[in-house]
């Protein structure tokens, strides 16, 4: 589930270096309804579609991506993977009856209104085991919402962990990675390792 510009070249590589490890993976686009199948590269101006995104189609379009990966895998677990915008989506699908082994979300923004709440209103209703990773010098994010994340997982009883990278910035695995290599590795080991967690 990509940032809020949808699925930039970013993420349709990243499918491709899950897909090379042995993961079936999908870019989800938010924004077909609203854009079209329209390239989303930098010139893309995705602010108008994130306003027009609902909760309700964003789950819907889960669901369907979901599907056509099960569609010749229907013994494996799935995921979801988000970033930003999709990283706080992500951790909702754990709300959803989506059958996730699990939801990890990169810096998810958790205290702002998605159009059903914020993701620590409903941190409450997550049902699937959760892994965050989150920039300790994220200005949009304080560690504080942060840890107050943290404290409404641990009321839920879910197994989830929370880590946050001293100095690490907002988007520090996607757009900034090159300058937080160090960070940028530990969060891939540790998706791998949550995924081959739940997977057992």
């Known amino acids: 589930m990509p940032d809020p ?3 930039h070249q970013f993420y349709k590589d990243l499918a491709l270096r899950f897909a090379e490890i042995g993961v079936a993976a999908i870019a989800m686009d938010y ?3 609203t854009a079209g199948l329209t390239t989303r590269d930098d010139s893309f101006e995705f602010m108008p579609h994130v306003q027009q995104a609902k909760p ?5 379009d889960a669901a369907a991506s979901l599907a056509h990966l099960r569609a010749d895998r229907a013994d494996k677990a799935s995921f979801s993977v988000g970033f930003c915008f999709g990283g706080a989506l992500s951790f909702l ?3 959803q009856d989506l059958g996730l082994a699990g939801v990890i979300g990169f810096y998810a923004v958790v205290a702002r209104d998605l159009g059903n709440g914020t993701l620590l209103d ?6 699937t085991p959760a892994l965050g ?14 840890e107050e994340f943290d404290r409404r997982l641990d ?3 879910m ?4 880590a946050i990278y001293p100095g690490a910035p907002h988007s520090f695995f996607d757009r900034r990675f090159a300058e937080f290599t160090n960070a940028s590795a530990d969060a891939r080991d540790r998706v791998r390792a949550f995924i081959a967690a739940q997977v057992g």
Not at 56 to 60: K, M, N, P, V, Y
């Open 56 to 60: 309700a189609t964003i789950f819907a």
């Open 93 to 95: 699908c754990g709300t």
């Open 159 to 162: 197994a989830h962990e929370i």
């Open 31 to 33: 924004f077909g309804r």
């Open 122 to 127: 409903q941190a409450g209703t997550i049902r």
């Open 133 to 146: 990773l989150f920039g300790g010098a994220d200005q949009g994010i304080p560690a504080a919402q942060v």
């Open 155 to 157: 009321a839920t009883g």
């Open 5 to 7: 510009r949808g699925p």
